[in-house]
C-alpha cells in the first residue's frame, strides 16, 4: 500500500530584466516550484533561473522536507525560465537527478547553444550559474514517462501548446493535481510573443482542456502571484484570457497593439506583469499596426 503523498508550493519571485547599462527593461513573472513528497523522498517540478532565487527555493527545500531526500527534478520545458537554475541547485543536493520527455529535451539543446543562452543571459548579468554541456543537462524520462514517489505515480503529459510548443504537465493520481508548467497561468499576464495567431491560441485552449478532462482538484499555475490558491479556476481563467485575446484582434475591437494592451489591462488589471502583455500585443499585430 502506497504512503501518504503532500505537494507545497513555492513562489521564486519576479526577477527585473535589465540592458548591459542596468536599467530596467521588464520583467520576469514568478515561477512556481513544485514539491511532491512522501515520507522518505520528493521530486521537485521546475525550479527558477536565477542564482539567487534558486538558493532561495532550495533553502525552502530544506526547510520543507527535513531528512527527506530530494531524489529528483522534472522539468516541464526546455526554455532557459525551468532550465538555468539547476546547476545551483546541484551545488546543494548533489545527488539529484534531471529528467523530461523528449520534447523539453530537444528544447534545452537550442536553449543551451551558445548565442541563444547568451542573449538571454545578458538580461540577466552576473545572475545565471556556470551551466554544463548539453549532454550533461538533463535525462530522459523511461519510456512511460513516470516517476515515483514513495509507491506514487507522477506521469508526465505532453499537454501541447502552452506559452511555448509541446509543452508539458505532471499528473499526480493520487492527490488529483496537475502541475501545469505554461499549460496554466494564475493572476498574471500571460506571456503570448509565440503564440499570436488564432491557431496557436485554439491549441493552447485545447491543451487546457487536455488537462481538464483529468478530473483534476488541484492546479498548480506556472507563473501566478505569491498567496494564490492552487484551485482548478485557473483552467478556465486562462482559457477565457486567451478567447478574449483573441477576440480583441479577430473582431477588430483594437487596432493596433497599443490599444489592446489597454483593453486587456482595464478587463484584467489585477493581474502582473504588464510586460509580458505588451510583448504579448506587439506580437499579435504586423510592424505597422504596433503602435
Same mark, same amino acid.
Given at each position: 500500500?502506497?504512503?501518504?503523498l /503532500?505537494?507545497? !508550493?513555492?513562489? $521564486?519571485?519576479?526577477?527585473?530584466?535589465?540592458?548591459?547599462?542596468?536599467?530596467?527593461?521588464?520583467?520576469?513573472s514568478?515561477?512556481?516550484?513544485?514539491?511532491?513528497?512522501?515520507?522518505? #523522498?520528493?521530486?521537485? !517540478?521546475?525550479?527558477?533561473?536565477?542564482?539567487?532565487?534558486?538558493?532561495?527555493?532550495?533553502?525552502?527545500? $530544506?526547510s520543507?522536507?527535513?531528512?527527506k @531526500?530530494?531524489?529528483?527534478?522534472?522539468? $516541464?520545458?526546455?526554455?532557459?525560465d525551468?532550465?538555468?537554475?539547476?546547476?545551483? /541547485?546541484?551545488?546543494?543536493?548533489?545527488?539529484?537527478? =534531471?529528467?523530461?520527455?523528449?520534447? =523539453?529535451?530537444?528544447?534545452? @539543446?537550442?536553449?543551451?547553444?551558445?548565442?541563444?543562452?547568451?542573449?538571454?543571459?545578458?538580461q540577466?548579468?552576473?545572475?545565471?550559474?556556470?551551466?554544463?554541456s548539453?549532454?550533461q543537462?538533463?535525462?530522459? /524520462?523511461?519510456?512511460?514517462?513516470?516517476?515515483?514517489?514513495?509507491?506514487?505515480?507522477l506521469?508526465?503529459?505532453? *499537454?501541447?501548446?502552452?506559452?511555448?510548443?509541446? $509543452?508539458?504537465?505532471?499528473?499526480?493520481?493520487?492527490?488529483?493535481?496537475?502541475?501545469?508548467?505554461?499549460?496554466?497561468?494564475?493572476?498574471?499576464?500571460?506571456?503570448?510573443?509565440?503564440?499570436?495567431?488564432?491557431?496557436?491560441?485554439?491549441?493552447?485552449?485545447?491543451?487546457?482542456?487536455?488537462?481538464?478532462?483529468?478530473?483534476?482538484?488541484?492546479v498548480?499555475?506556472?507563473?501566478?502571484?505569491?498567496g494564490?490558491?492552487?484551485?482548478?479556476?485557473?483552467?478556465?481563467?486562462t482559457?477565457?484570457?486567451?478567447? %478574449?485575446?483573441?477576440?480583441?484582434?479577430?473582431?477588430?475591437?483594437?487596432?493596433?497593439?497599443?490599444?489592446?494592451? *489597454?483593453?486587456?489591462?482595464?478587463e484584467?488589471p489585477?493581474?502582473l506583469?504588464?510586460?509580458? /502583455?505588451?510583448? #504579448?500585443?506587439?506580437?499579435?499585430?504586423?510592424?505597422?499596426? %504596433?503602435l
Amino acid at each position: 500500500m502506497a504512503s501518504e503523498l /503532500l505537494a507545497d !508550493v513555492y513562489i $521564486s519571485p519576479a526577477v527585473s530584466m535589465r540592458r548591459p547599462d542596468g536599467q530596467v527593461v521588464g520583467t520576469w513573472s514568478p515561477i512556481a516550484c513544485t514539491l511532491i513528497h512522501g515520507p522518505k #523522498s520528493a521530486v521537485l !517540478v521546475n525550479a527558477p533561473f536565477t542564482k539567487a532565487e534558486t538558493e532561495g527555493l532550495a533553502d525552502w527545500i $530544506s526547510s520543507t522536507l527535513g531528512k527527506k @531526500k530530494l531524489k529528483a527534478v522534472y522539468v $516541464s520545458h526546455g526554455v532557459h525560465d525551468f532550465l538555468l537554475g539547476l546547476p545551483t /541547485l546541484r551545488k546543494r543536493f548533489p545527488d539529484i537527478k =534531471t529528467f523530461c520527455t523528449q520534447e =523539453t529535451l530537444d528544447a534545452i @539543446k537550442q536553449s543551451l547553444q551558445p548565442k541563444v543562452l547568451a542573449a538571454f543571459a545578458a538580461q540577466f548579468l552576473g545572475q545565471i550559474d556556470e551551466q554544463p554541456s548539453i549532454e550533461q543537462a538533463a535525462e530522459l /524520462l523511461p519510456p512511460s514517462n513516470q516517476l515515483e514517489v514513495d509507491g506514487h505515480i507522477l506521469q508526465a503529459i505532453v *499537454a501541447g501548446q502552452g506559452a511555448v510548443p509541446n $509543452s508539458t504537465i505532471v499528473w499526480v493520481p493520487s492527490l488529483r493535481l496537475a502541475v501545469c508548467g505554461t499549460i496554466v497561468y494564475g493572476s498574471v499576464h500571460l506571456m503570448q510573443a509565440g503564440t499570436a495567431t488564432k491557431e496557436r491560441r485554439d491549441a493552447w485552449i485545447a491543451a487546457i482542456e487536455k488537462v481538464e478532462q483529468l478530473g483534476p482538484t488541484s492546479v498548480v499555475a506556472a507563473h501566478q502571484k505569491p498567496g494564490e490558491i492552487q484551485g482548478v479556476w485557473h483552467l478556465h481563467r486562462t482559457k477565457e484570457y486567451l478567447k %478574449r485575446f483573441g477576440e480583441l484582434v479577430e473582431l477588430g475591437e483594437v487596432k493596433n497593439a497599443k490599444e489592446l494592451s *489597454a483593453a486587456m489591462m482595464k478587463e484584467y488589471p489585477d493581474r502582473l506583469n504588464s510586460g509580458a /502583455l505588451i510583448v #504579448s500585443s506587439r506580437a499579435a499585430f504586423p510592424k505597422p499596426n %504596433r503602435l
